[in-house]
């Protein structure tokens, strides 16, 4: 459900930006994830720290370009938040001596060998560095129109990472053996 929302607010994003431009679709996208934020609280949808400071950036970075009539805040949010999840998750990892795929599964009593959670997490990193310096290089070398579409194209890219990223885990889960 989550996804979908946040599908549904890139969408709108994307037909906002080309009905009315990018200060009326920031706007738009700061509301929607402020409801987004707040409904999965009042629903009960499911959270994590990552999505739920992402939906916050994105208001924040939103509103500051409609705010401050400025696309940089908004275009650099994709970047900033990417570093910064990339960083988030090796510090998991350096902190914890463990992959952070290994820890979720073990919360959902599932198992995989921690060298599979390693190599899922340096996957993440590296997709979150890659998505970051490309957005760097998009919105500062091509026209903010690009740059919608990029952001946009984005959707499937997560897509598709997700599903490989997947089937590369799914290969090795178990479940959890415990002592009864």
């Known amino acids: 459900m989550a996804e979908l929302l946040q599908i549904s607010s890139t969408l709108?994003?994307?037909?906002?930006?080309?009905?009315?431009?990018?200060?009326?679709?920031?706007?738009?996208?700061?509301?929607?994830?402020?409801?987004?934020?707040?409904?999965?609280?009042?629903?009960?949808?499911?959270?994590?720290?990552?999505?739920?400071?992402?939906?916050?950036?994105?208001?924040?970075?939103?509103?500051?370009?409609?705010?401050f009539n400025n696309p940089l805040f908004i275009q650099w949010k994709i970047t900033i938040v990417n570093i910064m999840f990339a960083f988030v998750l090796y510090l998991y990892r350096y902190f914890n001596d463990t992959a952070f795929f290994t820890d979720t599964f073990k919360s959902s009593n599932l198992s995989i060998p921690n060298h599979v959670g390693l190599v899922a997490d340096n996957a993440l990193i590296g997709f979150f560095i890659v998505v970051a310096a490309l957005n760097y290089w998009v919105f500062t070398h091509l026209s903010e129109s690009a740059w919608v579409n990029f952001k946009t194209g984005l959707i499937f890219l997560n897509i598709l990472y997700i599903l490989l990223i997947t089937a590369y885990i799914s290969r090795h889960i178990k479940p959890m053996v415990t002592d009864e």
């Open 12 to 67: 709108l994003f994307f037909f906002v930006y080309y009905r009315y431009g990018i200060y009326t679709a920031s706007l738009c996208l700061s509301i929607l994830s402020l409801v987004q934020f707040f409904a999965s609280y009042f629903i009960k949808l499911p959270k994590t720290a990552m999505s739920q400071s992402s939906l916050l950036l994105l208001s924040l970075f939103g509103f500051a370009t409609w705010y």
